[in-house]
Nanobody, 121 residues
């Protein structure tokens, strides 16, 4: 079992930056890829970034410019830093864990509860 708890969401102005955190707990975390998804109202959940099980960062092309994933293994925490936020970045952001294949297919084994990010223009 893996538990994921996100924090750091909120209301920001367009153009601002935001950092999200996800504390990960459970057994043998080294066997999981860890990352972030988001889901905007009326939209499907989409991958933002994740660390493969080899700890290599992966970004879909659409996310490379403004999002950065990082991690602190001493704190069992991963982070998502975003810059230049736009109104279309408004979404619930979820932390997730799974295999590399599951993450790429947007079907991770475990999900956090999500944290709302609202970008006001």
């Amino acid at each position: 079992q893996v538990q994921l708890v996100e924090s750091g969401g909120g209301l920001v102005q367009a153009g601002e930056s935001l950092s999200l955190s996800c504390v990960v707990s459970g057994s043998d975390l080294r066997q999981y890829a860890l990352g972030w998804y988001r889901q905007a109202p009326g939209q499907q959940r989409e991958l933002v970034a994740f660390f493969t099980i080899f700890s290599n960062p992966y970004y879909p092309d659409s996310m490379k410019d403004r999002f950065t994933i990082s991690r602190d293994n001493t704190k069992n925490t991963i982070y998502l830093n975003s810059i230049g936020l736009k109104s279309e970045d408004t979404a619930v952001y979820y932390c997730a864990a799974g295999s590399n294949t599951q993450m790429l297919a947007a079907r991770p084994e475990y999900w956090g509860q999500g944290t709302q990010v609202t970008v006001s223009s």
